[in-house]
């Protein structure tokens, strides 16, 4: 994800085609200044924004 300007990175993980994958955040402060970030090996970084920010 993209907070303030800087990205941050989780693990690598394998994806399917066809399937989803989601990722929950314990903070709002974070949430609501937040960019998804998908990083595919090979590619590219794509931006994925954030669904919702639940309190």
Known sequence: ???KGKNH???W????SG???DWSMKS???CTDSVGLMQ???QQTY???MANCLS
């Open 1 to 3: 994800m993209t907070w």
């Open 9 to 11: 990175y989780g693990s």
């Open 13 to 16: 993980f394998t994806q399917s």
């Open 19 to 21: 399937t989803t994958k």
């Open 28 to 30: 709002v402060t974070y």
């Open 40 to 42: 595919v090996k090979g």
């Open 47 to 49: 931006q994925t924004p």
